[in-house]
């Protein structure tokens, strides 16, 4: 068995997470069967891995819990059009985003909803 430390949101803390796979964390997709994923077997909660890297297993950031990786999705929904449209350049959004959160901004390294809410606050008013 594969282990790595992964900050754990659901527990609060570092955690020795186990690599798995998607045929585990979405039984019903067969598509994402064979990709690779670290998993929180204290709180169930897991995360994906940047699998088209060399490093494959290398995890996206640290492992959310559900209402936080909705808010991630929720985010992203919002601020990737600012840069995919040329309103602005992907690298600035993410220098503003890192200096109002005060810490290098990765939307994969939120570890709060509250942290989450003051990223897409922030987002917000970019866009309008």
């Known amino acids: 068995m594969t282990a790595r430390k992964i900050f ?4 609060g803390d570092k955690v020795e997470a186990r690599l798995t796979s998607g045929a585990e964390v979405y039984p019903h997709r067969a598509d994402l069967a064979d ?25 996206l950031g640290n492992i959310p819990t559900k209402e936080l990786k909705n808010a991630r999705q929720h985010i992203h929904r919002l601020l990737d059009p600012l840069w995919q449209s040329g309103i602005f350049r992907r690298s600035d959004i993410y220098a503003k985003l890192t200096e109002h959160m005060g810490f290098e901004y990765h939307t994969a390294q ?5 942290e989450a809410r003051k990223a897409y606050k922030f987002i917000k008013e970019l866009a309008a």
């Open 8 to 11: 754990c949101c659901g527990c």
């Open 35 to 59: 990709l690779p994923f670290w998993k929180c077997d204290g709180c169930g909660n897991w995360v994906g891995c940047h699998h088209k890297t060399t490093n494959r297993t290398n995890p």
């Open 110 to 114: 939120l570890r709060t909803l509250d």
